[in-house]
Structures are given as structure tokens and as C-alpha cells.
């Protein structure tokens, strides 16, 4: 089960990505299903960088992806999970950064 904090993170980043034109309709719908940490996991463990990821970054939203919440709140996924959040953001820095 998601911190209060954590959930109050994903609620604003929703917020904020509606307020950018980006409704994660998708992840909404995981979110719903599952809960809001295994919807993360599943996404983050997945090896497709998911839709939702790449409009943010497009955005400069990268400080409010899911791969982000997974590292300001470590202590609620595994280390394979943060691992996995920490190389995607990681990927799209090097893209932006040209490297």
C-alpha cells in the first residue's frame, strides 16, 4: 500500500499533466485496478518506456514522472525497481544532454 505521500505526489503529478494536455488515462486505469504501487511497478519493470514517459519528458515534466516518484519515495518499491526508475531517467537525460 502507497504512503499518503506518495499518493498525494501522483495525485499532483496527474493534475500537472492535465494542465500540460496529457491526461494518463492508461495509468489512471492501472492505478484504479491495482493500486498505485503495483500500477508503477508494472509500468517501471516493464522494458518499453511507456508513452506517458516520453510525453512528460517532451513537456519537461521528467521531475513528475512515475520513474520519479520511485526515487523520491525509495522505500516503498525494490531495489529492481528503483534501479530500473533510476536508468530511465538517466536515458532521457543523456538524450537531452546529447551524450
Known amino acids: ?19 500540460h494536455g496529457y491526461n494518463p488515462t492508461a495509468f489512471n486505469a492501472m492505478r484504479d485496478r491495482y493500486g498505485t504501487v503495483p500500477a508503477i511497478e508494472r509500468l517501471v519493470s516493464s522494458g518499453e518506456i511507456q508513452s506517458g514517459f516520453k510525453k512528460l519528458e517532451r513537456l519537461g515534466l ?13 522505500n516503498e518499491f525494490s531495489s529492481s ?6 536508468w530511465r531517467l538517466q536515458q532521457a537525460k543523456k538524450e537531452a544532454d546529447g551524450t
Open 62 to 74: 521528467l521531475n513528475w514522472t512515475i520513474e520519479a516518484a520511485v526515487l523520491k519515495f525509495a
Open 1 to 19: 500500500m502507497a504512503s499518503a505521500a506518495l499518493e498525494t505526489f501522483i495525485d499532483e503529478s496527474v493534475r500537472i499533466s492535465q494542465e
Open 81 to 86: 525497481i528503483r534501479a530500473a526508475a533510476e
